[in-house]
């Protein structure tokens, strides 16, 4: 029988989406990213990395429950993902990963997360993917993609999105079920004064990555 281990932050590693707003004072998000009829924003570069136990055929999908759509991919997702993955990860003999970009509506939680100054963000975003179960390479591969990319703002709030609050939103399917799944999503705003009064999540999910 099959074996499977689908790590997911983007629906693994993942980023999420990125809110820019510059009111220190404000507790809601601005609104102002990409509207279209799904009423939410783009969430940017999720990266799903797939590690069976011996070389297989899957079929990998995705369900908005609260409605959206992709709307980029890497390979072409059509009706969903149908790939042969080694047990290095290596998804049709060249891709590391399968990539997308999706909107969606816009329920993620603001009631807990970090402020990060500019500069600590390399060092804040390798100790957490680390804790939250993320190899070298998948962290590698998310820190080389986004930190060049937050450079505006003296401060980032950063809001993870576990994998029940993803579910919300964006489901995952396999033709074959996976032994373990990680998700993980972050919603990132930029500030230019501290914010003060935001709790630090009480913890990160334990992930058990075997």
């Avoid at 049709?92 to 009631?111: F, H, M, S």
């Avoid at 450079?151 to 994998?163: G, L, M």
Wanted: with cysteine; net charge neutral; aromatic share 14%.
């Amino acid at each position: 029988m099959q074996r499977i281990f689908i790590l997911l932050p983007m629906v693994a590693l993942t980023i999420l989406i990125m809110f820019l707003y510059g009111c220190s004072h404000s507790t809601e998000p601005e609104k102002t990213v990409e509207p279209d009829s799904t009423g939410g924003p783009v969430v940017r570069k999720p990266n799903i990395y797939i590690y069976p136990t011996e070389t297989c055929s899957v079929t990998i999908k995705l369900e908005f429950p609260l409605g959206g759509k992709i709307i980029d991919s890497e390979p072409v997702y059509n009706d969903g993902w149908s790939v042969k993955v080694k047990t290095s990860g290596k998804i049709d003999d060249e891709y590391d990963y399968l990539y997308y970009e999706a909107k969606c509506p816009e329920v993620y939680q603001y009631d807990a997360g970090w402020i990060v100054t500019k500069d600590s963000l390399n060092e804040f975003f390798s100790g957490n993917l680390r804790h939250a179960g993320f190899n070298e390479k998948e962290n590698a591969d998310f820190r080389e993609y986004w930190i060049p990319k937050l450079v505006d703002h003296k401060y980032y709030i950063i809001y993870p999105q576990y994998s029940r609050d993803i579910q919300k939103i964006i489901r995952l399917k396999s033709s074959i079920k996976p032994d373990n799944i990680l998700r993980l999503f972050y919603v990132i705003k930029g500030i230019n004064s501290r914010k003060e009064g935001l709790p630090a999540p009480v913890r990160i999910p334990s992930f058990n990555r075997n």
